[in-house]
Each structure stands twice: as structure tokens, then as C-alpha cells.
């Protein structure tokens, strides 16, 4: 099983950014997908999660209105869109996949990827 994230890099602040996770080696319409994110120092949190069973989407107070988590069952792919960056949205972003509801959090998780850097810097 393979979680490839990919799409960090470095953005302004008020920026938008792009993350991607490409998944294989499992039947990705059976899993929820979500995104964590660590920042130096700090515990990792969960960002956005999205269902696979009825496409039940939560996101963390700190993206909310900013971010979303759309995700191509054809493609085995799903997204972070990241919008009105922030400094302090600065971190390793994390996908995992987990046959899961969103509320375990990532207690449910099964798989995960390597993290993807995301900087928020003017």
C-alpha cells in the first residue's frame, strides 16, 4: 500500500497551494481519506477528512472556511485545497487512509503517507 503525497512547497501568505495523495494497493473507494499536519514542536493534527461511505466531510476549526478536501474515487486521488494561507499553516502535511469514520480521527487511520512541506513565508 502506497500513500504519495505531493504538491508542498513554498507560498505567501494569502496564498493558495494544492496537495495531492495518490493511493494504490488498496480499493480506494473503501476508504475515508484524510489530512494531518505536524508544525515543528507541535502535535500532529487532524486538517480535513472526508468519508467514503456517504461523503461526510470534517475539517479543523483552524481551516475551516479556508480549506477543502475533494477527492477523485476515478483517479484513486483526493486533494487538500489550501486557500488564505497562513504563516502558522506551516507544516508536514500528512494523508492517511483508514475504513474509518471521520470522528475516530487518527485512531482510525490504517495507512499513511510521507509527509509533503508546506511554508507559508513572505
Known amino acids: 500500500v502506497q500513500l504519495q503525497a505531493s504538491g508542498g512547497g513554498l507560498v505567501q501568505p494569502g496564498g493558495s497551494l494544492r496537495l495531492s495523495c495518490r493511493v494504490s494497493?488498496?480499493?480506494?473507494?473503501?476508504?475515508?481519506i484524510a489530512w494531518f499536519r505536524q508544525a515543528p514542536g507541535r502535535e500532529r493534527e487532524e486538517v480535513a477528512c472526508i468519508s467514503n461511505s456517504d461523503g461526510r466531510i470534517t475539517y479543523g476549526d483552524s481551516v475551516k472556511g479556508r480549506f477543502t478536501i475533494p477527492r477523485d474515487n476515478g483517479k484513486d486521488t483526493a486533494y487538500l485545497q489550501m486557500n488564505s494561507l497562513k504563516p502558522e499553516d506551516t507544516a508536514v502535511y500528512y494523508c492517511?487512509?483508514?475504513?474509518?469514520?471521520?470522528?475516530?480521527?487518527?485512531?482510525?487511520?490504517?495507512?499513511w503517507g510521507k509527509g509533503t512541506l508546506v511554508t507559508v513565508s513572505s
Open positions: 494497493g488498496i480499493t480506494f473507494d473503501y476508504y475515508t
Open positions: 492517511a487512509a483508514g475504513i474509518t469514520y471521520c470522528d475516530l480521527g487518527e485512531d482510525g487511520m490504517d495507512y
